[in-house]
C-alpha cells in the first residue's frame, strides 16, 4: 500500500517536535515536507531524535504549501496564523485534510472539532479539523460524563507546564520569571474557557496558571451536583463514560503530573465528595504536547485517512 503523505507547517515548535517523532513510528505515513522559517536548510534528522531520514526544514509559504498537494497539513502556528495556508489550500482543492492546531477554528461550524473521546460520533467526514486546547481538553473530560447532573457553572483550577506557552519568549515561558513561581493569567475569559464551554453545551469558569515544571497540566475541577451523590456513582459515570477509551485513565486517586510528562493518555481522578454529596471534586492530567496537541491530532488524522485511530500512538 502507498503511503499517504504529510507535510507540517510550524515544525520547529514544540507540538511539532511531538507530531515529527509520531509520524516517524507511523506504518502508513510519510513525512514529506517539514516548515519552519528559523531552520530551513537545515536536516531535520539534527533536530529530532527519531526521525532518521534525510528531509530538510524547508521555509514554505501558504501557496507553497498547497501546491505540495498533500493528503494531510497540519498546521502548528501560533494563533492568528493559519488563515492564509487554509485559504490557499482551499483554492487548490486537491482533497487534502487539514488539522490544525491553534484555537483559530474551534468556533467555526464548517470545521470538526476533534476530541475523539467526547466527539467523535458527530464527524460528517469533514476534512477540517480544529484540534482542541490542552486545558480546554482535560476541563472537558473532568466534567462531560456529570453534565447533566449539575446544579451550577463548574469551576476549574488549570497549572500547566511552560511548554504551553510555545517557544515565542513570553513571561509565560521565561523560566527565570517562573522560578518558585506560580503565574496566574488570563484569569476571567481564556479561550480555553469559552471553547470548553460551546462544545460541551454548558458554562465552565477556568482560571489558568503556568508553573516552572515544562510539561504537563493538572486541572482542578469543583462540581456542585444538582442532587446529592454518593461518590460510587459519580465514579461509575467516569468509568462508564470511558471504560472503552484507551487514552483516557480513570483513577481512584487524584493524578499527579510528574506521572504524566511524555504519556500520550490523560488521567481522571480524585472524586473527593463534600459530607453532604452536593460537592464534588475531580481532578485531570495530560501533557499538554500529547493528549493536548499532537497524540490527540494524530487520533485526528488516524481517523481522518480510515486508519485505526490509534496508530502510531503508544496506548
Ligand atoms: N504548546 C502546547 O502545549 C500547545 C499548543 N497548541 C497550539 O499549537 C500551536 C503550536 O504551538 P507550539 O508548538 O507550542 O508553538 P511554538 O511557538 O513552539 O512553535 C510555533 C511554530 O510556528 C512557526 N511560526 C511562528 N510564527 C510564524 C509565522 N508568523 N508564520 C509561519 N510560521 C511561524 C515557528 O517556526 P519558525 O519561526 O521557524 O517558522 C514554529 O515552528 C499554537 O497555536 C498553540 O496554541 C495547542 C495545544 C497545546
Ligand atoms: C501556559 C500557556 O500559555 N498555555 C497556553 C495554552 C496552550 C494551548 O493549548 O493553546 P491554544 O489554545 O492557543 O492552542 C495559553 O494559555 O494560551
Redesign the pocket.
Given at each position: 500500500m502507498s503511503k499517504k503523505t504529510i507535510g507540517i507547517v510550524?515544525?520547529?515548535?514544540?507540538?511539532?517536535a511531538e507530531l515529527i517523532r509520531l509520524i516517524a513510528n507511523h506504518p502508513a505515513l510519510e513525512l514529506a515536507f517539514v516548515s519552519?522559517?528559523?531552520?530551513d536548510g537545515q536536516r531535520l534528522a539534527d533536530h529530532n531524535d527519531t526521525y532518521k531520514g534525510e528531509l530538510r526544514f524547508t521555509n514554505l509559504d501558504a501557496e507553497a504549501v498547497a501546491a505540495q498537494g498533500m493528503d494531510v497539513v497540519i498546521l502548528?502556528?501560533?494563533?492568528g496564523?493559519a488563515a492564509p495556508y487554509v485559504e490557499a489550500i482551499d483554492k487548490a482543492d486537491k482533497g487534502t485534510v487539514v488539522v490544525d492546531?491553534?484555537?483559530d477554528y474551534r468556533f467555526d461550524e464548517r470545521w470538526f472539532y476533534g476530541l475523539p473521546e467526547l466527539y467523535r460520533e458527530r464527524w460528517r467526514g469533514e476534512k477540517r479539523i480544529s484540534n482542541p486546547?490542552?486545558y480546554a481538553t482535560a476541563v472537558q473530560l473532568s466534567i462531560a460524563p456529570v453534565k447533566d447532573l449539575l446544579a451550577a457553572p463548574p469551576v476549574s483550577f488549570g497549572v500547566s507546564g511552560y511548554?504551553?506557552a510555545?517557544?515565542?519568549p513570553s513571561d509565560r515561558n521565561d523560566p527565570e520569571k517562573l522560578r518558585d513561581n506560580l503565574m496566574p493569567y488570563s484569569l476571567t475569559g481564556h479561550m480555553h474557557e469559552r471553547e470548553a464551554s460551546r462544545h460541551l453545551g454548558v458554562p465552565v469558569e477556568f482560571m489558568p496558571h503556568v508553573a516552572p515544571h515544562f510539561r504537563g497540566l493538572t486541572v482542578t475541577t469543583n462540581l456542585y451536583l444538582a442532587r446529592p451523590m454518593k461518590r460510587d456513582e459519580v465514579v461509575a459515570r467516569f468509568r462508564g463514560a470511558y471504560e472503552n477509551e484507551k487514552l483516557v485513565r480513570v483513577l481512584d486517586d487524584a493524578p499527579w503530573v510528574s506521572r504524566i510528562a511524555n504519556k500520550h493518555h490523560a488521567e481522571v481522578g480524585a472524586f473527593e465528595m463534600s459530607a453532604d454529596g452536593r460537592r464534588v471534586v475531580v481532578v485531570a492530567t495530560l501533557d499538554?504536547?500529547l493528549k493536548?496537541?499532537a497524540t490527540q491530532a494524530m487520533q485526528n488524522v488516524n481517523r481522518a485517512l480510515g486508519f485505526d485511530e490509534y496508530t502510531s500512538i503508544p496506548v
Open positions: 510550524g515544525a520547529r515548535g514544540h507540538t511539532g519552519s522559517r528559523e531552520l502548528a502556528l501560533p494563533n496564523k492546531l491553534s484555537a486546547g490542552c511548554s504551553g510555545g517557544t515565542t499538554n504536547l493536548g496537541a
